[in-house]
């Protein structure tokens, strides 16, 4: 019962995470493919921070922010009756932060490799920014935006080091399939551990084996008779 809720609470953060990222990846991916802002090195900066800090690293610092001891934590806390810490929602956040370049980064990458003529020809006949993103860009690189949902997802299922610091381990609440495996193998309880790290790995791949496969798909030209 213990391993369905766990694994219940794993897919339900993961999810979460990718609805509540594809937006927030179209936004900073369209940002950072075209803009000219000379601050725009430094949002693709932090954007790219979570992959090369060590999750405890950032786990700690949200710790840290969010803690009821501290001015913003209390903030939230107080008027909002918000509590990030040891806390689905803060586990959602830290999931969305850490995750975040998974998503940013394909969508960043396809719309800057699409040809210019798509957007002056959409300009042309009049269509505004929002239009030509939606319609005529995104359409385009449909293999990006489904390789940042998969790879988010996959990511989000088997992050360890920041779910523990800012969500802890309340089963039910914060306990996901990662921290599971860390327990499970302290106690000794092998077999469980083995359960629930086979179980990562048979998602992980069936999901990256399906998003090759659908990209092929998508990227073979179709024949005209």
């Given amino acids: 019962m213990d391993f369905i809720e766990t694994m219940k609470l794993t897919f339900l953060v993961a999810t979460l995470t990718t609805i509540i990222l594809l937006p927030i990846g179209i936004v900073i991916g369209n940002y950072l493919a075209f803009s000219n802002n000379p601050l725009r090195p430094i949002l693709e900066v932090l954007v790219w921070m979570p992959l090369v800090l060590p999750p405890s690293v950032l786990g ?103 779910v523990m610091m800012i969500g802890g381990n309340l089963p039910g609440q914060t306990r996901v399939a990662s921290i599971a495996i860390y327990d499970e193998v302290e106690s000794l309880n092998y077999p469980l551990a083995h359960q629930y790290a086979l179980t990562l790995f048979v998602i992980c791949f069936v999901l990256l084996l399906a998003i090759f496969y659908l990209n092929k798909r998508l990227s073979t030209p179709k024949s005209v008779l």
């Fill in 60 to 162: 700690f610092y949200l710790l840290i922010a969010f803690s009821p001891k501290n001015a913003l934590g209390a903030f939230l806390l107080e008027h909002f009756h918000f509590k990030l810490v040891f806390s689905f929602e803060g586990l959602i956040l830290a999931s969305v932060i850490f995750s975040l370049p998974f998503m940013c980064n394909p969508i960043k990458s396809a719309l800057s490799s699409l040809p210019s003529s798509l957007k002056e020809a959409s300009f042309t006949l009049g269509k505004n920014r929002i239009y030509t993103l939606f319609f005529v860009l995104l359409p385009n690189i449909k293999p990006a935006i489904l390789l940042g949902c998969v790879t988010s997802f996959a990511h989000t299922i088997g992050e360890f080091g920041v």
